[in-house]
């Protein structure tokens, strides 16, 4: 995978993806001119901001939702993070960003869902790895855990990277959830 043809897969998937309001359509043509402005929109290396990709992860009956203590937030939010050189996709990142940071080898794109499972944008200033103040552009996907055989929910394993995880039901989400993860959740199940 090269920076071009992940930058490409990007301008693909924003361009041909259907957003359900006006505001996330406003998005999602600042994403595109933001991607048309630097070949590097999708490196962290870029300083003025970069795409990212995160993942509302729901357990395989769609009542729970996956979420992580964010040590630089400190609120409950979705899975992800940067793009990487190995990356096709920013669905691939969020997908890896997933698998990663809840050790759940059985995850995968919602494959019923259209445009691949991208189902939001946000945009939020952050201090990330470059230790400089910049923004995260995120595309946000929909990944389903695998079900399990007794049917209860996935074992994860936290990672490095979180304070915390743990499944939520989508009716009882923490109360330092971020202020947009309800509107994510609605996003992905509509």
Request: hydrophobic share 45%; glycine share 6%.
């Amino acid at each position: 995978m090269s920076a071009e043809s992940l930058h490409a897969s990007a301008v693909a998937a924003l361009t041909s993806w259907t957003a359900p309001t006006s505001a996330q359509d406003s998005l999602r043509h600042a994403y595109l001119a933001f991607l048309a402005a630097t070949s590097e929109a999708c490196l962290r290396a870029c300083a003025a901001g970069h795409l990212t990709g995160s993942a509302i992860v729901f357990d395989a009956d769609r009542r729970h939702v996956l979420l992580t203590l964010h040590p630089r937030v400190g609120k409950w939010i979705q899975l992800g993070g940067h793009c990487e050189p190995s990356d096709d996709t920013l669905a691939d990142a969020a997908l890896r960003e997933a698998r990663e940071e809840s050790g759940i080898a059985g995850l995968d794109l919602d494959r019923d869902a259209p445009d691949a499972g991208l189902v939001h944008l946000h945009t939020h200033p952050i201090t990330c790895s470059l230790g400089v103040p910049t923004r995260h552009l995120d595309v946000r996907y929909r990944i389903v855990a695998a079900p399990t055989a007794d049917g209860s929910l996935p074992r994860f394993a936290r990672s490095e990277e979180s304070v915390d995880l743990q499944w939520w039901p989508i009716d009882a989400l923490p109360d330092n959830a971020d202020a947009d993860i309800g509107e994510l959740i609605r996003a992905a199940l509509d």
